[in-house]
Structure formats: structure tokens, C-alpha cells
């Protein structure tokens, strides 16, 4: 039996866990070493390291797990019609204004959130200017309310009031409806937060020309297939959230030949195509009702540790999973956004966080499919390996590769798909999102993007929830 001895005779070459201050010391002696970031799994926090073992080692959990994903990669989601949001939204009501991100008030919300409020209802005439407006705000008679309780999203400020157009996107596969605004372009818009009387008459022409125009196409077209423009826009280079060149082109190749076959007037079709034709984010307010239909099917699903939403609202930043209560927030604080500002910005004038368009990460696309999008480094900053890396670590907090949407320059693998819980909170990763950067006083708009991550704390308080299910059930067993 040999001793440990020899060991000594020979050059060692060394791995390091954890901490580098063994490795550096071993360096300065001429020993080969090679450094591993290495952290225990949940922060070593002993609570949650007992609350992943036990849910990570549920058999219910991996069978809900799996459904979900059964659930999401089946989606269909179809562009079916245009109609005003008073129509077609559950629970909407002339007195409601739906917002980005978890709940908060009147009083809690950020600047930007505050000029869309203000915005809504000087369209909807039930203010004349923006003192009228905030008064009525505050009076108690608005009823606010998050778009992700309705069936709705919207990126930024996220505000939908009763008389907006709303695309609706049908789930094909399972029935389900989501709802989404018209995407306004750049500039002074109102999900931004600016409400000058530029934005009011963008709104009031989506509203007059687009809608009656958007209806017509879509009656004679039968639906549009979203899932399949998603599909062939990450083949020329769109990641579907921040980059939509590719998506706009496509679903303008959808939808002229209907709009030429339709009683539209030629000058309003004119305007009409002119209007999507020059704003390349067109798409985005499709692509995320679309990941919305197809990711609320799995909600509801007892045990499972899949995020089914993730949404901001300049204050919080917060997670819904499939196997939480319909609308149960799990909730953390806003982060702020590292990337690029506008020339004339500056960090300080950036605010927190902020809307809904993060449901296309948490479908796989966005920030997790930057491989596939390497023009996107010139808009959020960073490089085209920095992309790249972003993607591949995001194959680590997922639970399946998506069959349908796949990333070329990374040998068309499937994009990650099914954020999981448990995964983010053993490995320590967390989800990449990539977004806008609003100013955080209200009406000057958008002054930049960047790349963020959700808080750590949301998905702590999800993986406790899910622990404490488990528990419950297998209490419920033995007594039974």
C-alpha cells in the first residue's frame, strides 16, 4: 500500500474552490493552479439549502415541472383580432387603468409609470391637462391594477386604460387569450411616460385609422401565426425583445397582401403600413402577448417550480410561478439597468427597472437568446461574446431546450426555455433581461438600454413557498 508520500516528488498542479486567496499564494510559489468560482448552493443559507433539498428531490415537483413544459412548448399563439380594451380585457372597467410589473398605487409609483397615468387619462377625456389628471389619480376613484392579472401585458410604463386598442392572441393550443397596446414607436411616447399633446394625437390615430385598419386585416387573414414569425425572426438575428427588425419585416410581409384585399381607404393603408414600416419595435408589442398565451396555459400547476412571468414596475420587480395561487407575486426590489445612455444622460437620471417585456426572457428570447442577436451588443452594450456567454449560462437555470425557436450561432441548439426556481437559486445564476432605460422624471422618455437581473430575493421567497407545499402534502399523506 503505497503512502501518501510520493505525492511530494512530483509537480503539482492545483484546483482552487472558492476563495483565490490560496490560489494566489500557491501562483507566487511557481505551482500550477488553476482558480473555480465556486459558491455553495444557496448562498450557503441553511433554510434555503433544506427547502431545495426538499423540493429538488420531490417527485411531484419534477412531474409538474414537466407538464409545464409540455404546457408552454405546445403553445400556439395566433394573432386573432383588434379590439378595445373595454371589450375584450376580463375585469376591465371605464375607472381601471392596468399597469407594468407587480401591484403598487398611485402614490408608490415611479415617474415614468406616473406620466403614462397621467397620459391614459387625459385620452380617455377624463382629464384636460395634467393637474386635472394627477388629482383624479389620487382621488380614489381609479382603479390600478397590474396588465399580468388580467390576461394583459405592456413593456415599460405598461398602462392600458378602457378605450385602447389591444392586439388579442389567442392560444390556439389550449384557448387561452392575451392582451397587448400598439407598440407607438420611439421618441414621446406614452409608455415612457410622456403625455404632451404629440402623444395624445398618436394615440387617438391608433385608435381613429390603425385599429379599424389592424381589424379588417385580421378578419380576412383568419389569425396570424406569431410563434412561426418568432420562429424565422431568431434566424435574422432578432432576440424578439429589444431587436425586432426582422419580426417587424416579417409581419408586414403578413399582413399587406390582406390590407390591399380590404376596404381600408387607400390613404388610411398608406399611412397605415408607413406607420409599422418605420418603427422596427413594431413586432415587440406581439412578440410578448404571444410568450404571455403561451406561458399562462401552465399556470396553476400544483408543485411547480416553473416562472411563468416575470414583470417590473420601476419600484419591484417581481416573479409568478405555475405552481403558485393565481396572481401570487413573489417580489423584490427593482434593479437598476448597466448599459448605454443616450449622449447628454447620465446614471442619475436613469429610474429603476421597469414593465413588462421581460415575458419574452422568461419564454427564452430577449436576454436569453442574445447568441442568435449579435447586433444587439451595439444597443444594451457589451460585446459579441459577452452575447454569447449570456445565452449559454441561462442553459443552467432552465428545464428544456424550446424545439421550436433555436439559435444558429450556437449550431441552431433550442433556446433555454422554463426558468426554474430551484435552479436559479442553487446554482446563484439569474436571469439575464435586456431593456430599456427610462429617465425617471415623467415625460422625458427614454434616454438608453442595458442589460439587468432580476433580485435574488424573488426567487428565495418562491423556492420557501413551493418547500412549504411540499411539506403540506406530505403532512396530508401521512395523515391520511
Not at 400544483?302 to 411563468?308: A, G, L, N
Not at 426590489?333 to 415575458?359: H, K, R, T, V, Y
Request: proline share 5%.
Amino acid at each position: 500500500m503505497k503512502s501518501g508520500s510520493h505525492l511530494f516528488k512530483q509537480r503539482l498542479s492545483v484546483i482552487n474552490l472558492g476563495t483565490s486567496t490560496f490560489a494566489e499564494d500557491l501562483q507566487r510559489q511557481g505551482v500550477t493552479t488553476t482558480q473555480v468560482d465556486w459558491q455553495p448552493p444557496a448562498g450557503g443559507d441553511l433554510v434555503l439549502m433544506e427547502a431545495l433539498d426538499n423540493v429538488m428531490n420531490e417527485e411531484r415537483v419534477r412531474q409538474a415541472n414537466e407538464k409545464a413544459l409540455e404546457v408552454i412548448l405546445a403553445a400556439n399563439p395566433v394573432l386573432i383580432d383588434m379590439d378595445l380594451a373595454k371589450n375584450v380585457i376580463p375585469g376591465m372597467t371605464p375607472q381601471t387603468i392596468l399597469h407594468s410589473g407587480p401591484p403598487l398605487q398611485w402614490t408608490d409609483m415611479c415617474g415614468p409609470m406616473k406620466g403614462a397615468v397621467i397620459g391614459a387619462l387625459m385620452f380617455e377625456g377624463m382629464a384636460t391637462d395634467a393637474d386635472e389628471a394627477k388629482e383624479l389619480a389620487a382621488s380614489g376613484k381609479i382603479r390600478f391594477s397590474p396588465c399580468h392579472n388580467h390576461g394583459a401585458v405592456g413593456p415599460m410604463a405598461g398602462v392600458i386604460s378602457a378605450s385602447m386598442p389591444v392586439s388579442v392572441v389567442e392560444n390556439r393550443g389550449f384557448g387561452n387569450r392575451s392582451f397587448c397596446t400598439v407598440n407607438e414607436g420611439l421618441g414621446k411616447v406614452l409608455r415612457f411616460g410622456s403625455y404632451d399633446r404629440e402623444v395624445i394625437d398618436r394615440l387617438k390615430w391608433i385608435a381613429e385609422e390603425l385599429f379599424p385598419a389592424m381589424r379588417a386585416i385580421l378578419t380576412l387573414s383568419g389569425g396570424i401565426d406569431l410563434k412561426n414569425i418568432i420562429a424565422q425572426a431568431l434566424h435574422m438575428g432578432d432576440e424578439c425583445h429589444n431587436r425586432n427588425k426582422a419580426g417587424t419585416s416579417l409581419f408586414v410581409r403578413a399582413v399587406a397582401p390582406y390590407l390591399l384585399q380590404s376596404d381600408v381607404p387607400r390613404q388610411v393603408a398608406a399611412r397605415v403600413l408607413e406607420f409599422i414600416r418605420d418603427n422596427d419595435h413594431y413586432f415587440l408589442n406581439l412578440s410578448m402577448p404571444a410568450c404571455k398565451a403561451s406561458l399562462d396555459a401552465a399556470n396553476g400547476i400544483p408543485f411547480s417550480s416553473i416562472v411563468t412571468a416575470m414583470a417590473r414596475n420601476g419600484v419591484e420587480f417581481g416573479i409568478r410561478i405555475s405552481g403558485a395561487s393565481e396572481n401570487q407575486w413573489f417580489t423584490g426590489p427593482a434593479q437598476m439597468l448597466e448599459g448605454l445612455l443616450f449622449p447628454g444622460f447620465q446614471d442619475a437620471n436613469a429610474n429603476p427597472d421597469l414593465g413588462d417585456s421581460a415575458i419574452t426572457e422568461t419564454m427564452g428570447l430577449g436576454g436569453f437568446a442574445m447568441a442568435g442577436s449579435p447586433a444587439i451588443v451595439q444597443f444594451v452594450g457589451g460585446s459579441i461574446d459577452d452575447a454569447v456567454a449570456y445565452t449559454t449560462k441561462m442553459y443552467d437555470v432552465t428545464w428544456k431546450e424550446h424545439p421550436g425557436f433555436s439559435i444558429p450561432t450556437l449550431n441552431f441548439r433550442g433556446n433555454p426555455v422554463g426558468i426554474d426556481v430551484c435552479k436559479v437559486v442553487q446554482t446563484g445564476e439569474l436571469p439575464i433581461i435586456n431593456s430599456g432605460i427610462a429617465h425617471k422624471e415623467a415625460g422625458i422618455g427614454q434616454i438608453g438600454a442595458g442589460l439587468v437581473h432580476p433580485p435574488m430575493t424573488c426567487f428565495n421567497q418562491a423556492l420557501t413557498y413551493l418547500a412549504e407545499q411540499v411539506t403540506k402534502a406530505e403532512r396530508g399523506a401521512v395523515l391520511e
